[in-house]
């Protein structure tokens, strides 16, 4: 598809076409009287002044035409499942919304719906009822005129919530209640409408406008000035809709106010686990001329091809040369042809142009055309090219395309870049520019601590920044595209991104109340690992009573939509440096069982290859292929590199059956625990310690599998952070336990591991990560506090986590030994619980000692200790009055010395005072089981911690406020105070 882009026919109706990926272009024509101006691309933030209302229907169906003729006792093949359509009422619906011209329901037992366009392949299947019809066009939605549906402008919306400020998760809003599922968090999910009044600059008339949602939750309808404008069904994946052209176009000028209303239905769930529901990313509106880059339209293609100088991925690296291949889509929205050149460009950190490319282009009235630069190679031993890698800070150059009409400029667009070479060689594993690096990585779902899936942007950066502080290399992003600010930090702090598609076959999860059950689990027991006590993801949660029976359907015939969504992530996420390899899907979501499988995984690779020819496609499978003894799995075969989950011992069988494959693991670990939990076999119902499953055999069985593999990639550990569902126990717990890092952003012990193995050893040694070198190794203990881990006399087991040679420990300066700390490995004691201290001290190979903590036991509280986490993105104390940006505050309850505190928690509340420029939006403390309301401005501590979100108040409220947080019921607590300052956003 070099020059005709549109190869599937769009389904949303004549000339309304949502999305401008490659596989459905819409047209985008405007009047024939327009001229070719120079007018601005323009972006603005749609963020701010929505309102907002929950638990309103959408507008009713529209009549349906009539489907004649019967169709029963046969299968179609190359049809839709469509998994939200319980019978056939719902079915008969489901076709009449997309124009299908054929529904069938499979009967008894089955009750499966399935909707599509021929039947011209098809079996005798006497459970198969149905009708079809001749072609039609999608029964359009309407919008009743007498005002009585959200969707209408003249809706009277005055009792809504006024002021909601996008992104915005409204599930998490909710109260947790043991009546909602807790593998969904036990919040309450349903539909909700956002409604919003605007005007637009009279200088975008005569040009292209559209808006861009970065994500809803989910199928979600659109309307402008009262008339249907666009659907998008998936949740995770970015989509633009223009707007010019609408049925009721958009109008222009101060005076004309524009009405837009969104529905978004997010009653039924895509994963299984906590997914939120709304506009929870950013939305924007956006401007170009009518000859202009299609959304999403540029890929700057940049590659090294000389020397590289530097062998540390983690310092400066140069190349000699490299190769500017830039593509860019253009759309023409006018009636006649238009000639003119593209200039490329590619500027260095200090905006020094490095190369240019320019490239004629004649696109037809109407039409679309890719415009292909032709490859240029730049560099030179001195002009070296900064490459982008793992370092803290990589570089990143700044590549852009300008279209020009003569010698005007009529429409220009630029992006981030990063120049690198990566490629999974099946015998070194994952290479970074020429160098063998081991992916040390984790998978995080969505969702972080009170603020649910609407993730603020400096809580993400937070999240990578803490991250990157283990060792962490890499975010696998399970299962679907994530935001993309994620992407960017991905970029600027060197994280390597496995981005994952949703969906290649039917896309709503079926729900199991009591156990979450989904189409991705797999009813295979896996052999344990590390230890008898070990017990892995899916063990745990098989446990709760048997998982529901499932598979996605057999089919040949990919859906175009779910094409359309997997080109739509790599389209949006192309030139981000981070992104080294694209996912479809996830475990059983790669139809492991299905004959058909390869066929499927064809359509879907040349539908990304198209987008990007540059990086290799994966699937997470959840068997390990050719070695399972099931079905051969030919989707599996069809992938470049081969991933899948746990079965560590596999690797090298493997490597040794398919030596022509890269192979690594997708996803390992599941290592349970609860932060701060510490007695064995505890009362409290869910909690679990590190001697209950297992917890320090789980996590060195995991990375030493792929540690001591020269020619595996790495693995992603499930997962970096805690995330709400997925209970391992079920009620009370209302989030899963699996993370290294807890909902509210606390470390628990087992983080001290990968610090000592991935970010400290390099690989022959243990270098430390600090200015000190060998002498400042990191040293900790688990227990983290010895207060009250066991009961007095009690037996408890205490580890030693560095990639120190070995390690001492004493309990009230009694040595139990020294113990030499194997390659991967930590140390562990016996001893009974005496309160007083722990200490650990840690020595090289020549008996020098490099490292010494200490753990002593806490008494009674005294006060709060008070601190706003820091990232590098700007002061800790100051905000921009966007309305958006959020300060993540860390509580400790702390004896008179400044000990920790965890066995005498306390309510702490968090309050603004002197001053009106912020809010405290959330608090959270990590505990799986606290079933406080989300955005209460109380919390209790959970082993001595707690956290607290506080972001500005309202878009241009500038000036000083004081966060106060008290302990308001702990007698002799003393609370404490945070000075905060509000200044302009720009």
């Given at each position: 598809?070099?020059?005709s882009?549109s190869?599937?026919p769009?389904?949303?109706g004549?000339g309304?076409?949502?999305?401008m990926?490659?596989?459905?272009?819409?047209s985008v024509?405007?009047?024939?009287s327009?001229?070719?101006?120079?007018?601005?691309?323009?972006?603005?933030?749609?963020d701010?002044?929505?309102r907002?209302a929950?638990d309103?229907?959408?507008?009713p169906?529209?009549?349906?035409?009539?489907f004649?003729r019967p169709?029963?006792?046969?299968?179609c093949l190359?049809m839709?499942?469509v998994?939200?359509?319980?019978?056939?009422?719902?079915?008969r619906?489901?076709?009449?919304?997309t124009?299908?011209?054929?529904?069938?329901?499979?009967?008894?037992?089955?009750?499966?719906?399935?909707?599509?366009?021929?039947c011209?392949?098809?079996?005798?299947?006497?459970t198969?009822v149905?009708?079809?019809?001749?072609?039609?066009?999608?029964?359009p939605?309407q919008?009743?005129?007498?005002g009585?549906?959200?969707?209408?402008?003249?809706y009277?919306?005055?009792?809504?919530?006024?002021?909601?400020?996008?992104?915005?998760?409204?599930?998490?809003e909710?109260?947790?209640?043991?009546?909602?599922?807790?593998?969904y968090?036990g919040l309450?999910v349903?539909?909700?409408?956002?409604?919003?009044?605007f005007?637009?600059?009279?200088a975008?008339?005569?040009?292209l406008?559209?808006?861009?949602f970065?994500?809803?939750?989910?199928?979600?309808?659109v309307?402008?000035?009262?008339?249907?404008?666009?659907?998008?069904?998936?949740?995770?994946?970015?989509?633009?809709?223009y707007?010019h052209?609408?049925t009721?176009?958009v109008k222009?000028?101060?005076?004309?106010?524009?009405?837009?209303?969104?529905?978004?239905d997010?009653s039924?769930?895509?994963l299984?686990?906590?997914?939120?529901?709304g506009i929870y990313?950013?939305?924007?509106?956006?401007?170009?001329?009518?000859?202009?880059?299609?959304?999403?339209g540029?890929n700057?293609?940049?590659?090294?091809?000389?020397?590289?100088?530097?062998t540390?991925?983690?310092?400066?690296?140069?190349?000699?040369s490299?190769?500017?291949?830039?593509v860019?889509d253009?759309?023409?929205?006018?009636?006649?042809?238009?000639?003119?050149?593209?200039?490329?460009?590619?500027?260095?950190?200090?905006?020094?142009?490095v190369?240019?490319?320019?490239?004629?282009?004649?696109?037809?009235?109407?039409?679309?055309?890719?415009?292909?630069?032709?490859p240029?190679?730049f560099?030179?031993?001195?002009?070296p090219?900064q490459?982008?890698?793992t370092a803290?800070?990589?570089?990143?150059?700044?590549?852009?395309?300008?279209?020009?009409?003569r010698?005007e400029?009529?429409?220009?667009v630029e992006?981030k870049?990063?120049?690198?070479s990566?490629?999974?060689?099946?015998q070194?594993?994952?290479v970074?520019?020429?160098?063998p690096?081991?992916?040390?990585?984790?998978?995080n779902h969505?969702g972080f601590?009170?603020?649910?899936a609407?993730?603020?942007?400096?809580?993400?950066?937070?999240q990578?920044?803490?991250?990157?502080?283990l060792?962490?290399?890499?975010?696998?992003t399970?299962?679907?595209?994530v935001?993309?600010?994620v992407?960017?930090?991905?970029?600027?702090?060197g994280i390597?991104?496995?981005?994952?598609?949703r969906?290649?076959?039917a896309g709503?999860?079926p729900?199991?109340?009591?156990?979450g059950?989904?189409?991705?689990?797999?009813?295979?027991?896996?052999?344990?690992?590390?230890?008898?006590?070990?017990?892995t993801?899916?063990?745990?949660?098989d446990?709760?009573?048997?998982?529901a029976?499932?598979?996605?359907?057999t089919?040949?015939?990919?859906?175009?939509?779910l094409?359309?969504?997997?080109?739509?992530m790599v389209?949006?996420d192309?030139?981000?440096?981070s992104?080294?390899?694209w996912?479809?899907c996830n475990?059983?979501?790669?139809?492991a069982?299905?004959?058909n499988g390869?066929i499927?995984?064809?359509?879907f690779?040349?539908?990304?290859?198209?987008?990007?020819?540059?990086r290799?496609?994966?699937?997470?499978?959840?068997?390990?292929?050719?070695?399972?003894g099931?079905?051969?799995?030919?989707f599996?075969?069809?992938?470049?590199v081969?991933?899948f989950?746990?079965?560590?011992?596999?690797?090298?069988s493997?490597?040794l059956r398919?030596?022509?494959?890269s192979?690594?693991?997708?996803?390992?670990g599941?290592?349970?625990?609860?932060?701060?939990q510490?007695?064995?076999?505890?009362?409290?119902?869910?909690?679990?310690?590190?001697?209950?499953?297992?917890?320090?055999?789980?996590?060195?069985a995991?990375?030493?599998?792929?540690?001591?593999?020269?020619?595996?990639?790495?693995?992603?550990?499930?997962?970096g952070?805690?995330?709400?569902?997925?209970t391992?126990?079920?009620?009370p717990d209302?989030?899963?336990?699996f993370?290294?890092?807890?909902?509210?952003?606390f470390?628990?012990?087992?983080?001290?591991?990968y610090?000592?193995?991935?970010?400290?050893w390099?690989?022959?040694?243990?270098?430390?990560?600090?200015?000190?070198?060998?002498?400042?190794?990191?040293?900790?203990?688990?227990?983290?506090?010895?207060?009250?881990?066991?009961?007095v006399?009690?037996?408890v087991?205490v580890?030693?986590?560095?990639?120190?040679?070995?390690?001492?420990?004493?309990?009230?300066?009694?040595?139990?030994?020294?113990?030499?700390?194997?390659?991967?490995g930590?140390?562990?004691?016996?001893?009974?619980f005496?309160?007083?201290?722990?200490?650990?001290?840690?020595y090289?190979?020549?008996?020098?000692?490099?490292?010494?903590?200490?753990?002593?036991?806490a008494?009674?509280?005294?006060?709060?200790?008070?601190?706003?986490?820091?990232v590098?993105?700007?002061?800790?104390d100051?905000?921009?009055?966007?309305?958006q940006?959020?300060a993540?505050?860390?509580?400790?309850?702390?004896?008179?010395?400044?000990?920790r505190?965890?066995?005498?928690?306390?309510l702490?509340?968090f309050?603004?005072e002197q001053?009106?420029?912020?809010?405290?939006?959330?608090?959270a403390?990590?505990?799986?089981a606290?079933?406080?309301?989300?955005?209460?401005p109380?919390?209790?501590?959970?082993?001595?911690?707690?956290?607290?979100?506080?972001?500005?108040a309202?878009?241009?409220?500038?000036?000083d406020f004081?966060?106060?947080?008290?302990a308001?019921?702990?007698?002799g607590?003393?609370?404490?105070t945070?000075?905060f300052?509000?200044?302009?956003?720009?």
């Open positions: 598809l070099m020059h882009i190869f599937i769009h389904r949303q004549p309304k076409n949502h999305r990926g490659l596989l459905a272009v819409m024509l405007v009047s024939a327009a001229a070719v101006s120079s007018a601005a691309r323009g972006r603005v933030s749609f701010y002044n929505w907002f929950r309103i229907d959408p507008p169906a529209a009549p349906c035409p009539p004649p169709l029963h006792g046969v299968q190359g839709t499942y998994p939200a359509a319980p019978d056939t009422a719902s079915c619906a489901a076709a009449c919304a124009g299908a011209a054929i529904w069938q329901f499979a009967r008894e037992n089955q009750e499966q719906c399935w909707i599509g366009a021929s011209d392949q098809n079996l005798t299947a006497s198969f149905g009708e079809t019809r001749g072609p039609a066009p999608p029964t939605k919008c009743p005129t007498d009585s549906s959200p969707c209408a402008v003249d009277n919306d005055t009792g809504w919530r006024a002021d909601v400020t996008t992104p915005h998760d409204f599930v998490v909710g109260n947790i209640s043991q009546a909602e599922n807790p593998n968090g309450r349903g539909v909700a409408w956002y409604r919003k009044s005007t637009v600059d009279p975008w008339k005569g040009q406008v559209w808006l861009t970065d994500g809803a939750f989910r199928a979600c309808d309307y402008l000035n009262g008339a249907f404008v666009g659907h998008h069904e998936e949740g995770y994946t970015s989509f633009n809709l707007l052209n609408a009721n176009p222009f000028g101060s005076d004309a106010t524009n009405t837009l209303a969104v529905f978004v997010a039924q769930h895509e299984w686990a906590y997914e939120g529901g990313r950013h939305v924007w509106l956006e401007t170009a001329g009518i000859v202009s880059v299609t959304p999403w540029f700057a293609q940049v590659i090294p091809n000389g020397t590289v100088l530097g540390n991925v983690n310092a400066a690296q140069t190349s000699n490299a190769v500017f291949s830039p860019v253009l759309q023409n929205a006018g009636a006649t042809n238009m000639s003119g050149v593209v200039e490329f460009t590619l500027r260095d950190a200090a905006d020094t142009t190369v240019t490319v320019q490239a004629p282009f004649q696109v037809e009235g109407g039409g679309f055309l890719r415009v292909i630069g032709s240029t190679p560099g030179s031993d001195t002009k090219i490459l982008w890698n803290p800070r990589p570089p990143l150059y700044t590549a852009s395309a300008n279209i020009l009409l010698t400029t009529i429409d220009a992006t870049v990063g120049i690198r990566a490629l999974f060689d099946a070194h594993g994952f970074l520019n020429g160098v690096v081991k992916i040390k990585g984790v998978s969505i601590g009170g603020v649910g609407a993730i603020p942007d400096r809580v993400a950066e937070f990578v920044l803490k991250l990157k502080s060792g962490c290399n890499a975010w696998r399970a299962h679907n595209p935001a993309p600010e992407l960017d930090l991905c970029d600027q702090n390597l991104v496995w981005e994952e598609n969906f290649v076959t709503v999860q729900d199991d109340a009591a156990t059950a989904s189409s991705e689990t797999s009813d295979a027991t896996l052999p344990h690992v590390g230890s008898a006590e070990h017990t993801r899916r063990d745990v949660l446990a709760q009573g048997g998982r029976r499932w598979a996605p359907p089919t040949t015939i990919a859906d175009p939509r094409l359309q969504d997997a080109q739509d389209l949006r192309r030139n981000h440096p992104i080294v390899i996912s479809l475990e059983l979501g790669c139809v069982d299905d004959p390869g499927l995984a064809a359509q690779k040349f539908a990304i290859s198209v987008a990007d020819p540059t290799p496609i994966t699937g997470n499978t959840v068997q390990t292929p050719y070695l399972s099931r079905l051969v799995d030919s599996a075969q069809a992938m470049d081969q991933s989950s746990y079965d560590y011992d596999s690797y090298t493997f490597h398919t030596p022509w494959k192979v690594g693991g997708g996803e390992s599941s290592c349970i625990v609860d932060r701060g510490y007695h064995q076999n505890s009362s409290v119902a869910g909690y679990v310690g590190p001697e209950d499953h297992g917890l320090f055999p789980c996590v060195q995991a990375w030493t599998s792929i540690a001591s593999s020269s020619f595996a990639y790495g693995n992603f550990l499930w997962t952070f805690d995330y709400r569902g997925e391992s126990h079920g009620w209302i989030s899963s336990k993370g290294v890092i807890d909902l509210a952003g470390e628990k012990d087992h983080a001290s591991y610090r000592a193995w991935w970010l400290e390099d690989g022959d040694a243990c270098v430390g990560s600090g200015p000190g070198g060998p002498n400042n190794v990191s040293l900790s203990l688990s227990p983290s506090e010895w207060s009250s881990p066991a009961t006399g009690a037996p087991t580890y030693a986590l560095s990639c120190a040679d070995s390690v001492e420990v004493f309990v009230n300066e009694r040595s139990l030994g020294k113990q030499t700390i194997d390659r991967f930590f140390g562990s004691w016996s001893t009974k005496t309160p007083g201290s722990v200490k650990a001290v840690a090289n190979a020549k008996g020098d000692h490099i490292a010494t903590t200490v753990v002593e036991s008494g009674p509280a005294v006060a709060l200790r008070v601190w706003v986490e820091s590098g993105s700007g002061n800790a100051q905000l921009l009055a966007d309305g940006d959020t993540l505050i860390g509580v400790e309850l702390v004896d008179a010395a400044g000990r505190v965890p066995d005498s928690d306390v702490v509340d309050s603004i001053g009106t420029s912020g809010i405290v939006l959330a608090t403390n990590g505990d799986p606290d079933h406080t309301a989300n955005h209460s109380q919390r209790r501590t959970f082993h001595g911690l707690a956290r607290g979100f506080v972001s500005s309202k878009v241009g409220v500038v000036g004081v966060l106060k947080v008290s308001p019921t702990a007698n607590v003393q609370g404490a945070y000075p300052t509000v200044v302009e956003h720009q």
